[in-house]
């Protein structure tokens, strides 16, 4: 029997519709240093019909991809909408690319037309002549330009167009918008979200983070990784003022920009959400209007929960997910009734599996193994806002049955709690047991003296592998590889404390800012560390 119900599409044109129409005084703010842009989303939806009357008038068609190397601005929203409403590809760009890999991705998903900041032209001309695709270069800002000639200005562009554009009609399984993997592990490799898998996480992102148009949104996480972890959109579908920090990461553009603007809600990875802390109890700052923070990308220590509870009154709730699903795809809530003793028994695990999401574990040989909390296998995943392909690359061992190998490795509980313990290329198989390099990693953050913490497998002739320890000291802190193993003792086996360690100034990360263990381990390889072996406690 057929259903009576309207076949209406899901896409991201209704997103843009519904916020624009339902929330026209929302805000859109714009950190520029010491002051904010303000406007609103009614004038941002305007904004939006003549930027995509602009792209028509350049030649752009449903499914032509038009590229995004920005920061997190307003106008960024404003290509989020555009580009994919009328049908042509959203692809943002990672502007921390090493410059190869970035004309390799634009080559790629070729495409037609890259909006880029001004501050950002010399990355973009460094490349340009290696992307035979772009046929138009348009500009957004009016600083200086370099090295492309006489690129398009948006303003201009904009202000030749009519307030109104005619949106076609949208199949809710077209591409809408597309994102690179960050090719730690290989390539990088394209996942390009439909209409109908937006539009879906939208929701989901909405329900999870509890977001309505009471709240004031920053989004930290950067607008070219992932769509921001879909913030932009979900926060739009709601009404939520969007709260963007432009180019100001560090923590002390953080911190003027959440004092004068006073964001209820956050979003980013320990690394960012880590610094910020570390900036207030050094230098103090004004975060109180924060009630909750998202943190994820990365595992999440403990301890900075703790201390985002603790001093800034903040609660952070750790989130799963990758490119590949969209990427929110669980978070860690204690369930119902845990007694508030317990609670961080949760919050610190790495989430539990969300709505429309499914998850299993299974071995090496690809059989399911038993949600039990305890066995140990590598987490496999599907549903309506995961990839099940790669744009173009033939990737079959990324995929098994219909499901997605996510790579990552670690145990799921019976009530679908994940807690992951290594990605599957990072792995510490010591005398043929696992050591869990996340784990020992997220201890040693919690020692007073460490800022930052990785844990990799060497070549040790007698186990195979052992753990080696790399850690960053906080300024004017100190501590002696015995005192760090007597901290790790009580905590984990005996057999996982690590008999090599490593001072240094700072730890190698890719371009979204995690720990980059290929590097680390060919550095190591190649002696670029100067280690320290406790032979009294090699086993
Ligand atoms: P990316 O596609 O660059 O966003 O990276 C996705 C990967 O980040 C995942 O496959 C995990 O290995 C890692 N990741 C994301 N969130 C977490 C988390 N909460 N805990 C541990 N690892 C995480």
């Known amino acids: 029997m057929n259903s009576t119900m309207q076949d209406a599409p899901l896409s991201i ?28 989303y009614a004038k941002v939806a305007e904004r939006v019909n003549r930027l995509a009357g602009a792209l028509r008038t350049l030649g752009i068609v449903p499914g032509d991809r038009v590229g995004t190397l920005c920061w997190n601005h307003q106008e960024h929203i404003e290509a989020y909408f555009a580009i994919p409403s009328m049908g042509a590809v959203l692809h943002t760009l990672n502007l921390r690319l090493p410059p190869p890999q970035l004309a390799q991705i634009i080559n790629h998903a070729e495409d037609r037309v890259v909006i880029v900041d001004d501050s950002l032209t010399p990355l973009l001309a460094s490349v340009i002549d290696q992307c035979p695709s772009i046929e138009n270069v348009i500009v957004v800002g009016s600083g200086e330009v370099s090295g492309l000639g006489e690129p398009l200005a948006y303003e201009t562009l904009l202000a030749a167009e009519s307030p109104t554009f005619a949106w076609p ?5 077209s591409a809408a918008s597309m994102c690179y993997t960050t090719g730690t592990t290989g390539d990088p490799k394209g996942v390009a979200y439909s209409h109908r898998s937006v539009y879906l996480h939208s929701f989901a992102v909405w329900a999870t983070f509890h977001l309505d148009d009471r709240g004031r949104l920053l989004i930290i996480v950067p607008m070219f990784h992932v769509n921001a972890w879909g913030t932009p959109y979900a926060g739009w579908l709601v009404g939520s003022d969007l709260l963007l920090p432009g180019r100001f990461l560090q923590p002390q553009g953080l911190c003027d920009f959440i004092r004068q603007e006073r ?4 979003g980013g990875v320990p690394t960012i959400l880590t610094a910020l802390l570390n900036h207030v109890q050094a230098n103090g700052g004004d975060v109180s209007s924060i009630k909750t923070a998202v943190c994820g990308g990365s595992a999440v220590p403990a301890t900075l929960i703790t201390a985002y509870r603790d001093v800034l009154g903040i609660e952070l709730w750790q989130a799963w997910g990758m490119t590949e699903t969209s990427p929110i795809a669980a978070i860690a809530f204690p369930p119902k009734g845990t007694a ?10 790495t989430g539990r599996v969300v709505p429309g999401v499914e998850l299993r574990l299974v071995d090496d040989s690809g059989a399911e193994i ?33 499901w997605l190998r996510t790579g990552d490795v670690g145990n799921i509980d019976a009530r679908n709690y994940v807690q ?7 792995v510490i198989k010591s005398g043929g047991e696992w050591i869990s390099s996340v784990e020992l990693e997220t201890l040693l953050v919690g020692h007073p003296a460490v800022a930052e913490a990785a844990v990799v497998g060497v070549h040790d002739d007698r186990w195979a592998e052992r753990p080696l320890a790399l850690l960053v000291l906080k300024p004017g802190a100190s501590a002696t590889p015995d005192e760090l193993r007597d901290f790790l003792a009580p905590k984990v086996a005996r057999w996982w404390l690590p008999e090599r360690w490593t001072f240094v100034d700072e730890l190698p990360k890719t371009s979204v800012g995690k720990l980059d263990k290929k590097l680390i381990r060919a550095e190591y390889g190649r002696e670029k560390f100067s280690v320290i072996e406790l032979e009294h406690a090699k086993r």
């Not at 508030?340 to 695990?349: A, G, V």
């Not at 992951?420 to 990072?426: G, H, M, V």
């Open 370 to 402: 038993p949600h039990d909390g305890e066995a140990v296998g590598e987490i496999e995943v599907r549903g309506p806002w995961i990839t099940a392909s790669y744009y173009n690359a033939e990737a079959p061992e990324k995929f098994h049955d219909g």
């Open 13 to 40: 044109t209704e997103l843009f519709r519904h916020g624009a129409q339902v929330f026209p005084d929302s805000e859109i703010i714009t950190f520029e240093g010491e002051q904010a842009r303000h406007t609103s």
């Open 169 to 173: 009609e949208i199949d809710e399984r």
């Open 420 to 426: 992951i313990t290594d990605r599957s290329k990072d």
């Open 263 to 266: 964001p209820t809600f956050t």
């Open 340 to 349: 508030p003793e317990d609670e961080m028994i949760y919050r610190s695990k």
